[in-house]
């Protein structure tokens, strides 16, 4: 697969420390969704392995924002615009034009 080949994404498993820093921060932000009040989109694939599309779901559920849309894509992983099929980035991108 043409992310798991980047050499510029880490590969190995986190440190326990930074993975715990990693968990105190996500439960931080998950107690304070309510305060977010800009206008937003969320794109999301609900395949994703990596982020979970529940938390986007979260997020625009409980924003305060009065302009925000969420995009969750069936099938699609994490990458939407790279290491999906070409059919999948141009509908992607289709939304977003």
Known sequence: MQIRGNKLIYQEKPRIKTALELLRTSMALQHSLCQVTFPFFVLH?????????????????????????????????????????????????????
């Open 45 to 97: 694939g609900e395949a994703d392995t990596v982020t979970d599309p529940q938390v986007s779901k979260a997020l625009y559920n409980e924003a305060s924002s009065d302009d925000k849309t969420i995009k969750l894509y069936p099938g699609m992983w994490h990458g939407l615009t790279a290491g999906e099929t070409d059919q999948n980035i141009d509908i992607v991108f289709g939304f977003l034009a």
